[in-house]
């Protein structure tokens, strides 16, 4: 009897010891760096979302998040190096349209699975376009540039960063729902497009907010709308499109995914603490004056956002003939 009370003793110890060594991924994690892949350049508004995401996780967490920017394609880069990362947490992405939704849609032959290769985290920003015009254009509302357009048929041109580009959808949504002929004139870059709006030699286009404000405080182009379906903190004299055109909606978003395969404990525990990064006050306020509203949302949220966004995206590449 004696004997027996000591192997259940040492039985129950090291089924203790094992518990205990056994801690779940979440548990366990971080225990080193995060590696956060951004496909913009330094100095964006992607980019400087990614820093103040990282930045707090690291105060958080006390492990570095390291911000590696790999730039181009379209966001292929980027989202071929996290469908290609190990599925462990440590390897995580700031994911956008371009390379999620619009690059998709457009070419068959990318090098990674939109749909089956990225676990969804948490929604992190959503940002406007603005429709701008240059100074040149007589309208001040939306309501008046359709009808100039109206009367002018495939007199007014749109501009935008390129084939492809957000911007350009965001120009060809306006135009199917509006019911206007104009005619797209794609730039390498929006900077680019800009230039030349403000020269007067394009009519109009939908940029993101920041490089637009220097040549509206010049002078030289207007804004005419925000592309989101309420208006946003930052401009709030400036309407919607969508108090013209009921339901329109476009712009800019950010969202955070890792691999594939990724325990789903660290996903819930990497977008419990996305969301209550952006409930604090002072990254909303930074955010903010970029034109852009913090977004956190579950896995789940983010998922379907994503797949809604898809659809609406799809009829308009479809349209155009954008797709291979």
Known sequence: MKTFVHLGTALTLAMAWAAAGAASPAQA?????IRLIVPFPPGGPGDIVARGIGQKITESWGQ????DNRAGAGGMIAHEL????TPDGYTLLLGSSGGLVIQPLISSKLPYNA???FAPISKVVSGAHVLVVNSQVSAATVKELIVLAKAKP??????????GSATQLSGELFKSKAGIDIVHVPYKGGV????????????????????????????KLKIVAVSTLKRIALMPEVPTVAETLPGFQSGV???????????RSIINKLSAEVIKILAERELAKRLGALGMEAQGSTPGELERFVEADR??????????????
């Open 253 to 263: 978003w950010y969202a955070m995914f890792a691999p594939a395969g990724t325990p």
């Open 311 to 324: 659809a609406q995206w799809k009829k308009v590449i479809v349209s155009v003939q954008l797709h291979e």
């Open 64 to 67: 570095q998040v390291i911000v």
């Open 82 to 85: 996290l469908a290609r990362g």
């Open 154 to 163: 495939g007199h007014f041109n749109f501009a935008s960063a390129g084939m």
């Open 192 to 219: 680019a497009a800009l230039t030349d709006m403000a020269a007067g030699r394009v009519q109009l286009m939908f940029n993101s907010i920041p490089p637009v404000l220097p040549f509206s405080r010049a002078g």
């Open 29 to 33: 994690y971080p225990n080193k760096p």
């Open 115 to 117: 749909i089956m290769d």
